[in-house]
């Protein structure tokens, strides 16, 4: 009887075990698909910006901040540090460590309570990226075969690399990169004995352990982890004496460690349409910023704001008053700098690139320059006298009545002096003396939208954006080729393939390099000596051009070194009035001074005259002196020498 109840309990256990075995096969086969996410690992990774020089601007995310680590990138302390304290016997095991299972069964049935686990890194990560936490036989029974089947398809050394990719390390950074990175502001083959320990630490208690919040927790475990290393004899008794005095140094930035939030933001919106995944695929985007001169600008523009804003007696807290500035590398179109508001945390709307305001006066090189392509001379005379003019709106009878800015007329006035003291009624007379539509017909090849085709576009009556405004003053900046400004320079893909370039892009050539040298003469006097001497730098030949629309609502200066333009924009988000002062060169040029001034002490090296091209030429004749080109010849008499009692009817 005895030996039917032994032999029966034999044959059930067999039955057992082969039915156990059976079932394994089965589940080892039906989880295929939840092994797939582990061996074609693909996580979420951040995307980085750059700047020209490779410095980093900012990360991107969705969710959450992992940067991508291979393998070869992870030094061999902070793998030892891992499998010393997690895993002893990880190179060893197929996935499960039924001795480490066994042990940490006794020693929690002794205490107990759970103290130790038996988990293998395999485990862990299979866990952590497939399962749940969920404590049941059967999720562990599944977890077994999920990691005995990641071992058979990957290598220990991808099993690694996924789970220090993978893992949380507190702070909100994933992976371990992300973490060096973070804590410690180092690449991980610059990292420490002991910090490659207090990495090494994190992952089994993130929020305990993280040296942001528990600085001497963190080291303490550290230590622990050491002297582990130290009894297998993977360091040696000077190198852990060593690391356990180093206190390393951590830092608490913030996830993005965006640096220049306009930029970001900017880059962003230019690539999500290209790009959907923008933020989770891992891509490094490399932009034409500068970002010493990025801070140049965010400070130019800070003091000219605080400048204006205690000319109008307001609050730097209260007031309405904003800017932009921008600037752009005259013969490459790129952008160097990029500030579109005076405080992101109020406003991130990007008043650089997204607001469309009126140029005012600052538009009024473009009429002159054609002026100067249809052979008028910086010498040529033109009329400075008040007209009226008579049109029709939806049927109605109007009377429009311009005059200058300083409310009076002088008759006969020289072209060059009427661009540089900014008179509007010479340009109104001499849109009338061209005539529209030709202005019109030639003003197309600057790629505006809505560009009146009446004679309001004498005064700069038409949108348009500082990124616009660089765009086309690039025709001057750069002899006559306006160039489209270039933000983003390319961007390379996680494995290191460059997926996106971009080149320099020359929209036309609205004039030639003579005839922009002309112009450019006239606006370097309107620096000197005319509305934007405000924008002075001694030592440096700078151009350039104030604009201020009716009742001082928009304040520009658009301007120029031989190297580089910038863009000056002051005004209210409201549109109201800046106020007194609130002039292009009151309110907008003392930010491109400063700019420059600060810009040349960076790059000392950097062109301080504007070459002068073939074709100009320099006469003294007489009366008749200054330059010319063979399509702008000087004029041969001028009605202020023939006659300077102006035979024009000023009323």
């Not at 399962?131 to 089947?149: C, D, G, Q």
């Not at 970001?264 to 230019?270: A, G």
């Not at 576009?457 to 660089?470: E, Q, R, T």
Request: charged share 25%; aromatic share 10%.
């Amino acid at each position: 009887m005895v030996n039917r109840l032994i032999k029966g309990s034999i044959v059930l256990v067999i039955i057992f075990i082969i039915a156990l075995f059976a079932a394994f096969i089965y589940a080892y086969n039906e989880i295929k698909l939840d092994a797939d996410k582990l061996i074609h690992y693909n996580p979420q990774t951040s995307s980085t910006i750059l700047d020209a020089k490779g410095k980093r601007i900012a990360y991107i995310f969705k969710g959450k901040h992992r940067l991508y680590a291979n393998y070869s990138e992870i030094p061999g302390y902070l793998i030892e540090a891992l499998v010393a304290i997690e895993d002893t016997r990880f190179f060893e095991h197929d996935g499960v460590n039924p001795d480490a299972i066994i042990r940490a069964a006794l020693k929690n049935f002794s205490a107990g309570r759970k103290v130790e686990g038996g988990s293998t890194l395999t485990q862990q990560l299979v866990k952590n990226t497939i399962l749940t936490n969920e404590r049941s036989y059967s999720r562990k029974i599944k977890e077994a075969i999920l990691s005995m089947k990641i071992e058979n398809e990957l290598t220990k050394e991808e099993i690694l690399e996924r789970y220090l990719n993978e893992m949380f390390f507190g702070h909100g950074y994933y992976g371990v990169k992300t973490a060096s990175r973070g804590y410690f502001r180092k690449e991980l083959d610059k990292l420490t004995l002991k910090e490659s320990a207090i990495l090494a630490g994190l992952m089994k208690a993130p929020s305990t352990y993280a040296p942001t919040r528990n600085y001497e927790k963190s080291l303490n475990r550290a230590d622990t982890i050491l002297a582990r290393m130290n009894k297998l004899g993977w360091i040696n008794h000077d190198e852990y004496i060593d690391a356990v005095k180093e206190t390393p140094k951590v830092y608490k930035d913030s996830l993005t460690q965006n640096i220049a939030p306009y930029v970001t933001d900017e880059v962003v919106r230019r690539l999500k349409k290209e790009f959907k995944d923008i933020k989770t695929g891992g891509y490094t985007i490399y932009t034409t910023i500068d970002m010493e001169q990025q801070k140049i600008a965010r400070k130019a523009l800070a003091y000219a704001h605080k400048k204006i804003v205690k000319r109008q007696r307001e609050s730097l807290k209260k007031t309405t008053l904003n800017g932009a500035i921008l600037a752009v590398e005259n013969k490459t179109g790129n952008i160097k700098a990029m500030v579109g508001g005076v405080n992101y945390k109020k406003s991130a709307f990007n008043r650089a690139t997204m607001m469309v305001r009126q140029p005012g006066s600052a538009f009024k090189p473009f009429i002159y320059q054609i002026a100067l392509d249809m052979g008028y001379n910086p010498a040529t005379e033109l009329t400075d006298v008040a007209r009226t003019f008579q049109y029709y709106s939806n049927g109605k009878r109007k009377i429009w009545r311009p005059k200058n800015y300083e409310s009076d007329f002088v008759g006969f006035i020289k072209l060059r002096e009427a661009l540089v003291h900014s008179r509007n009624l010479a340009t109104i007379n001499l849109v009338t003396e061209i005539g529209v539509n030709r202005i019109f017909e030639k003003l197309k090849g600057l790629n505006l939208s809505h560009i009146p085709q009446d004679m309001s576009i004498a005064l700069g009556n038409l949108g348009a954006s500082p990124v616009k405004m660089a765009q086309i003053y690039s025709v001057f900046a750069n002899g006559g080729d306006m160039l489209e400004p270039r933000l983003i320079s390319k961007v390379v893909a996680r494995n290191g393939a460059v997926i996106y370039k971009t080149q320099t892009k020359e929209i036309n050539n609205f004039t030639t390099p003579p005839q922009a040298y002309l112009m450019t003469d006239i606006l370097k006097d309107i620096v000197k000596r005319g509305t934007g001497r405000n924008a002075r730098v001694k030592g440096i030949e700078l151009a350039g051009k104030t604009g201020t629309t009716n009742k001082n609502v928009d304040a520009w200066f658009c301007g120029y070194s031989p190297s580089e333009e910038v863009i000056v924009w002051t005004g209210r988000d409201n549109n109201r009035p800046i106020g007194r002062g609130g002039t292009g060169g009151g309110a907008s040029a003392p930010a491109f001074a400063y700019f420059m001034k600060r810009l040349y002490k960076l790059y000392p090296n950097m062109p301080r005259k504007f070459p002068r091209p073939q074709g100009v030429y320099n006469a003294v004749n007489g009366v008749r002196t200054g330059l010319y080109s063979d399509l702008s010849p000087l004029p041969t008499a001028t009605k202020s020498e023939t006659n300077p009692e102006s035979d024009f009817d000023l009323f």
